[in-house]
């Protein structure tokens, strides 16, 4: 089985990505199912509905967020209504949505979807390894296939989920800052494993914003609103291929495309 995991899809130039190249990246690395994270798809920060729609329709499976789900209110009840859109599983009790999913791949074969949010330099949410370790055993019981992006800005937190997670999930994939790692590794028990899978949307920028804009904001302080950049738009995320009996990854690839390269 090969899973396709997209990077923050950025704005609209993240969108335009997907919709123009996601079809043929699929076709080449020969994927059976595809993960993206969307939460900062409505320009810059947050998912509204028609854009989850929108990327659905493009060929996405399911979607996980992070913090930035909440950016756009009207996500909220949405989320409740909406499986194949997913927001991280340590939020509080009573919080809209669902944090983990079981998804069909054709009609033989299922894959658990976990999507975690981190907590050093974050918000103090509810511990991602003790709560994703109970969601993961729920996950096994239909499947010993489990993907969890885990939505977090410390690498250290990151490399000790994936450890955390050894043998006890197919794949972590960490998302949130951006910028593909390039420590991508089948950890000894069968987890594939990588920091950051990247962004989808403008490289040409400060991790999707304007260059201009993110420089002002840092020089003077002022809270100027997020602009996203248009230029150099790429596809970036991983492909993991991992056995359906074990649950075991057996190889993890970084794929970085350029819209250039396919128009």
Known sequence: ??????????????????????????????????????????????????????????????????????????????LDEESRLLRPANYPAGVPGRGAGLFRIGNEEKIGVLNLEGRVFMKHLDCPFRVGEKEI?????????????????????????????????????????????SDEKILNRGTAYITDVGMTGPLDSVIGIRKEVALERLLTQIPWKFDVATEDIKLQGVVVEVDSKTGKATNINRIRVSLNEWN
């Open 1 to 78: 089985m090969r899973i396709l995991f997209i990077g923050d899809i950025v704005g609209k130039a993240g969108r335009k990505a997907i919709h123009e190249v996601l079809e043929r990246v699929v076709t080449e690395h020969g994927v059976d199912f595809t993960i993206a994270n969307g939460e900062n798809a409505a320009g810059g920060m947050g998912i509204t509905p028609p854009i989850a729609l929108e990327i659905l329709d493009d060929g996405v499976d399911v979607i996980t967020t992070g913090n930035h789900v909440w950016a756009k209110k009207e996500i909220i009840s949405f």
């Open 137 to 181: 055993e729920k996950l096994r019981q239909e499947t010993p296939t489990v993907i969890i992006d885990f939505h977090a800005e410390a690498t250290s937190e990151k490399v000790a989920m994936g450890w955390f997670m050894n043998g006890k999930a197919s794949a972590v994939l960490g998302t949130h800052t951006h910028v593909q790692t």
